[in-house]
């Protein structure tokens, strides 16, 4: 027998952060303690008011497929949260729909426009998975670099010169992931006008939208003028209700972007989870006390771990503005980012990713997830700064 894969799946590897994950694993099986900084997912629970809710849809029969684009009662809820939050308006029958997370939108929406050869701009570094969808759909990602000297911010100047008579989507990620930056409005209104002037597609992922820190503004490219019509908005619960394990996310946006993603959707999962989507209107219909709090804590170990970051000679870490990341560099020990996050997770016993897992241009810099709690990430600076010392004395 010989079942081969598809060409279009044997293009594209598995997570090349695998590795760290099963030394870590196999670490803490033989009693070693790790502290976990590579996870992109809260530390908390999900807020009590949204499990109940979910747990009364589960106990009322709540059980069977809902409307492929989710209840209606979620789609009003998430266009209330769009009108108040965001400043999107849309029609929640036909202009919103309810996906299994934010990436299963990413990837309906990606196979729905993109055909093969099409350009796609994504940042470099990124969330991985936005390259590795287009290539799935046949397209091409075309990154553009994310400077550290220019605060990781997406440059309208590097997006221009990557645009080709070909392209077709930008995909723009504000808080972003892995760097923690967030877009001021006049590079939004830039990136605006050459989407306008190149009739470009913008797909605006959100999902650290309410992570979120130093007086920061989250703006919505879908409200910038002349933006709605080409917008696909994507927003999630993972991040900001703690609620990654409930798989659910939406997009939105006119109706002439959403239903064909509908119509993907249709074919991939046919529905959100039932009762998560009643737990997915508690979130945003109930208090955000629970958000605020989880913010609070987030930016405590964020100001924490920048400042001890930098007090480590040859570290310099960016302040991160939004989500909960920081992405140091270590340029200046000459390592590889795969051979550094493998000694620290060895010598330092702190599990990190590689900052080359998220691009080329992510070499040279390690992702560490703040969502571990204040203590931890205390004591796992003081071991990471004697790794680093040490590390220095020998080269
Ligand atoms: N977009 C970004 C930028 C992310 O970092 C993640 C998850 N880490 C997702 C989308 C996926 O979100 P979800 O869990 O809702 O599918």
Redesign the pocket.
Known sequence: MNFSISNRLSKIPFSSIREIFEEAATMEKSGINITHMEI?RPDFDTPQHIKDAANTALQQGNVHYTSNSGTLEFREAIAEKLKRDNGIIVDPQREVVVSV????A?FNLIFAFINPGDEVLIPDPA?LEYQYIVELAGGIAVSVPLLEENEFLLNPNDVRDCVTDKTKMILI?TPH?PTGAVLPESYLKELADISIKHDLLVVS?E??EKLIYDGEKHISMATLPGMFERTITIN???KAYAM?GW???YAAGPAALIQPILKMHQYNTSCATSFAQFGGTAAYRGTQTPVEEMVKAFDERRKLLVSRLNEIPGVNCVVPKGAFYAFPSFKELGLPSKELATILLREARIACVPGSAFGNHGEGYIRMAYSTSYDKIEQAMDRMQKVINSLRVKR
Do not use: V
């Open positions: 992109g997370g934010c990436k299963e990413i969330w990620n992931n992922d999902i650290y999630g619960f993972a990654d798989r659910l996310g």
